[in-house]
């Protein structure tokens, strides 16, 4: 692998970990203070200190309001690095056969207002990287993003409007139960 390529990689990778470790500090800082918060609240309503443990084992046990949320964010933390990674490679995989330039693809039916006048623009990886690409957390949507960045030169279907995944999903399920 030719060094320029090892040394974007390892940057990716860099970042990717800050990207991760951050979000993880920021989610147990946040459920620290919500326990504490809680708890001073039982304790200064009087409810006794086995009350309180009862009442944050229920929630741990039920995945309720304080460890639910927490759940809620490791597993959107976990999403947020595999899409990350995968743009990464992808990235890579198209750099390998010369793509320049990328094309924004969003997401479909409940695309945000960030990304709908996205769709169809046309730009480098970095200029993407600059502007926000999808799922980096610039847009109301943030890393819920649906859309996607391909390779400009694509000519396949529906590439001049939004995808709607949903009524695609749809098409191809009856299009591969037509073919058995």
């Given at each position: 692998?030719?060094?320029?390529?090892?040394?974007?990689?390892?940057?990716?990778?860099?970042?990717?970990?800050?990207?991760?470790?951050?979000?993880?500090?920021?989610?147990?800082?946040?459920?620290?203070?919500?326990?504490?918060?809680?708890?001073?609240?039982?304790?200064?309503?009087?409810?006794?200190?086995?009350?309180?443990?009862?009442?944050?084992?229920?929630d741990l046990k039920s995945g309720g309001r304080i460890f639910g949320t927490y759940r809620n964010a490791i597993k959107g933390t976990?999403?947020?690095?595999?899409?990350?990674?995968?743009?990464?490679?992808?990235?890579?995989?198209?750099?390998?056969?010369?793509?320049?330039?990328?094309?924004?693809?969003?997401?479909?039916?409940?695309?945000?207002?960030?990304?709908l006048p996205r769709h169809g623009q046309v730009q480098t990886w970095?200029?993407?990287?600059?502007?926000?690409?999808?799922?980096?957390?610039?847009?109301?949507?943030?890393?819920?993003?649906?859309?996607?960045?391909?390779?400009?030169?694509?000519?396949?279907?529906?590439?001049?409007?939004?995808?709607?995944?949903?009524?695609?999903?749809?098409?191809?399920?009856?299009?591969?139960?037509?073919?058995?």
């Amino acid at each position: 692998m030719p060094e320029d390529k090892k040394d974007r990689l390892a940057k990716a990778l860099a970042s990717l970990e800050i990207i991760i470790a951050t979000s993880l500090s920021a989610t147990a800082t946040k459920t620290a203070l919500d326990i504490a918060e809680l708890v001073n609240s039982l304790t200064l309503s009087g409810m006794s200190n086995e009350s309180i443990k009862a009442t944050l084992l229920t929630d741990l046990k039920s995945g309720g309001r304080i460890f639910g949320t927490y759940r809620n964010a490791i597993k959107g933390t976990t999403e947020s690095a595999i899409h990350l990674a995968s743009s990464e490679a992808t990235r890579s995989v198209f750099e390998n056969r010369g793509v320049k330039e990328y094309v924004w693809m969003t997401g479909g039916g409940n695309t945000c207002p960030d990304c709908l006048p996205r769709h169809g623009q046309v730009q480098t990886w970095e200029q993407w990287q600059i502007a926000g690409a999808p799922r980096s957390g610039f847009s109301v949507c943030r890393h819920h993003c649906g859309c996607t960045l391909i390779p400009s030169t694509y000519k396949g279907e529906q590439i001049n409007e939004p995808l709607y995944r949903t009524k695609r999903i749809k098409e191809l399920r009856k299009k591969y139960a037509e073919s058995r």
